[in-house]
């Protein structure tokens, strides 16, 4: 009997997408109207990897030539002719990066109070407006490969995020998650070259987009308006812009590309409209 029941639960449990693990043990029976339902993994992805690629490639572009004073150093390491693309700002004055965001993608996203009651913070659109299709944020933190132990950071930690082939990022930016966060993003480096972001730890993140782990779950009453998508970063993602990724593995030798989850717009998303995603995603 209890073998049986185990087994239910082990087949129900291997088929969620994405998971906070706490919550959803929680507050799963509450909620099963919430549920979003996908065909199979391939039909999961809502935009191609190359628009993935485009969007950020396209904001990070923008966020460092709006921090030329601080990146020329480094941009002398580049081969002329990509820095002949980032150098040919007329206009030296630095904007704010959520101001960047918005004249890069046509919106901005902040984190505030959330319209549901007791849900804490969430995400908003705060200008502009983001067309059904756009990566609206990114969910940071701490890369785990499924054998990699998380068990400490994991303790009353809302913030863990699993993707399908068990890969957890750990998006807290409190106690020991971002002891682990800071730590192994000062030991990745190439050369000058940093390979991640650390700013999404405190209140104002050097990439506006990586406040992702605050977007709150739907409800029967607010229906979700972004999905989850994982992206794997390719080779060839410009070394000089990973400095505004925000995640991180974990292990030091990982042997595969780094993983990011983006936020992926359901519907066009208005100014003024909070951000909520289905937190359970079930693949048949
Ligand atoms: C990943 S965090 C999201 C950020 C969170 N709102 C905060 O302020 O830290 C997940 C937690 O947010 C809260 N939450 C998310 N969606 C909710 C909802 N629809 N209603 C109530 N609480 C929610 C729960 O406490 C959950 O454990």
Redesign the pocket.
Known sequence: MIKALYKAFEVRWKSYRHR?V??IALNLQKNERTLRQVKDRSRDKLVEDEEVLGSLVCLFTELLKNDMKNQSELLRFLPQAKRDKYTNVEDETRDAPSAVMLNALGFRIERKR?S?Q?????VFVTRGRAPKGSIVAMYPGTIYQPDEPIFFQSIRN??VFRCIDGVLID?SDRAISKIVYRSCSGRDRLGPFRLGDCSWLTSDPVNPLAVG???????NEKAANVCYQEYDVPEGFPLELRQFLPNVNYRADAQRPLRCVVLVSLRDINCGEELFSN?YTIVH
């Open positions: 906070f706490p919550w959330s549901l007791l849900a804490g913070t969430g809302p913030f998006g782990q605050y977007v709150n779950n739907c409800s937190y």
